[in-house]
């Protein structure tokens, strides 16, 4: 156990002492009128991530469900120097989706990056309740797809690809150690890549908050730590995954790469600040994704700036 904290920690130095090696030229495909948009970032992993692509030198559009939060969001970053923006949004919200879009159409044309960053868990330490299911799924998984297929149309067309982050978490691995999918028919399904669909992930939400409403989650082989939020997390990887694929058959020029990761265990308001990294060394593995320069990486799972399965 000691061995493997140590060299855990040995890993997230390392990260910390990547994070603050520049780009070479060449390696860097964006400019000053790239622009990426992140969800959910008046505060926490979103919050510096909008601070660490601005400081790359994009430009970057902070959103925010409360317009007020989310306006002092951008002025610290404002008033730092970065070039950040912000707009309002709220994934659930249909209008508010329309809006925003709306709003990019007419000040900036097209986006380059977005960052599904906006996320909700009630459960906290070793609580484990499904009370808010609907609000979990929903918010997660369903304002996740909905903003995504929002943007897509606004996802500027270009030789080096746009790009889609998502921000999920190793609570919805299909193996994981920590919260174990024991139902091994859904496990099957959203493993099978070549075979997965939409319909198959939506099917395998809906059944499970039916077993919720009818009290009879428990025996249904569901993750036993966190449920709804990994049960969530594992939808939006399976989502990942089948969305590279159907955006991989784009042509050339058009691409858009997709991708997620899991930011570790983070000291933010979601974790009641209890994680074991800061928000600035969890949000590095999304940075560094969304601005990749090997656009042959699409559909996988990340952490740590490596590869991990799903
Ligand atoms: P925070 O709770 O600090 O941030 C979550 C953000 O999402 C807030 O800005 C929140 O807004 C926003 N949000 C929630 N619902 C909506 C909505 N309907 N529309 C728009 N924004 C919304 O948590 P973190 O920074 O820790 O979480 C960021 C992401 O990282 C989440 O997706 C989370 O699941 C994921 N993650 C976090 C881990 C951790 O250890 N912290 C581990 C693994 C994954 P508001 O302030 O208004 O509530």
């Not at 149309?153 to 920590?178: D, E, F, Y």
């Not at 099957?188 to 009818?214: C, G, H, P, Y």
């Not at 730590?225 to 694929?245: E, G, H, I, P």
């Amino acid at each position: 156990m000691v061995g493997s904290k140590e060299k855990r920690d040995k890993r997230l130095q390392q990260v910390s002492l990547l994070r603050t090696i520049p780009y070479s030229d060449h390696q860097r495909w964006w400019t000053s009128e790239t622009v990426a948009v992140v969800t959910g970032a008046n505060r926490g992993i979103g919050f510096e991530m909008v601070k660490q692509l601005a400081g790359h030198g994009l430009t970057v559009i902070l959103t925010s469900r409360d317009e007020n939060v989310g306006v002092e969001a951008a002025k610290v970053l404002q008033e730092g120097g970065f070039n950040v923006d912000f707009h309002r949004l709220d994934i659930l919200d249909t209008s508010s989706i329309q809006d925003f879009c709306q709003w990019i159409k007419e000040k900036y044309g097209f986006i380059d990056v977005l960052i599904n960053n906006a996320g909700v868990n009630y459960n906290v330490g070793t609580h484990n309740s499904v009370e808010y299911s609907h609000m979990v799924i929903s918010t997660n998984y369903n304002g996740t797809k909905n903003i995504i297929k929002a943007m897509i149309p606004l996802m500027r067309q270009a030789s080096t690809g746009a790009r889609i982050v998502n921000v999920t978490s190793r609570l919805g691995r299909l193996k994981g150690r920590h919260s174990k999918l024991e139902n091994e028919a859904v496990r099957a399904k959203l493993m099978d890549v070549d075979s997965l669909t939409e319909e198959a992930i939506d099917e395998t939400v809906s059944e499970f908050l039916k077993q919720v409403e009818e009290g009879t989650w428990e025996s249904g082989g569901w993750p036993h730590s966190f449920t709804d939020y990994s049960v969530s997390k594992m939808a939006v990887n399976a989502y990942t995954r089948v969305l590279a694929k159907e955006l991989s058959e784009r042509p050339e020029g058009e691409k858009i790469y997709a991708n997620c990761f899991c930011p570790g265990w983070v000291k933010t308001a979601m974790t009641g600040y209890a994680g074991n990294i800061s928000a600035e060394d969890g949000a590095d593995t999304g940075v560094w994704l969304a601005l990749l320069p090997d656009q042959a990486i699409t559909g996988k799972f990340f952490a740590e700036r490596r590869e991990i399965s799903f």
